[in-house]
């Protein structure tokens, strides 16, 4: 019994401390992680890596953007004290995201038209003008 117990305490300690010693990062948003095996007969058959395409990278971008500018907007809006100051401000938060949808879009109009894919872009373009119409009948 005393054994039993002497084993499963040093087992307990082993875990703990290769938890503790462990690296525990995760990496900041934008960064890019390339998964290492840590052991080597792993690291013969190669690893996988995600590779995004241009087109999604730029949309990737534009989402960044846009939340940066959201969070521009609702930093002001929580310091604003002026009535139509908070007004635009509130305009402004609404049409963002018609704004980013419409980038997109446009992005993925203009890759459609490299790939010679005419009628994704015209059917794309369609979209865009069917967003702009709605943002210009909003009401103020």
Not at 15 to 44: C, D, F, K, W
Not at 110 to 134: M, N, P, V, W
């Amino acid at each position: 019994m005393r054994t039993l117990l002497t084993l499963t305490l040093v087992g307990i300690l082993v875990l703990v401390a290769g938890s503790a010693g462990a690296e525990n990062r995760h990496p900041e948003p934008g960064q890019m992680t390339v998964y290492q095996p840590r052991i080597p007969a792993l690291a013969s058959h190669g690893h996988a890596t995600l590779t995004l395409s241009r087109m999604h990278l730029e949309i990737h971008k534009i989402n960044l953007e846009a939340v940066e500018k959201e969070r521009a907007l609702l930093s002001d809006l929580a310091a604003a004290q002026d009535e139509t100051l908070v007004d635009r401000l509130i305009i402004r938060l609404e049409r963002l995201e018609t704004g980013r949808q419409i980038d997109v879009l446009q992005i993925r109009v203009r890759h459609a038209r490299c790939g010679g894919r005419y009628d994704e872009a015209f059917a794309l373009k369609r979209e865009i003008l069917k967003l702009t119409k709605s943002e210009n009948t909003m009401p103020m």
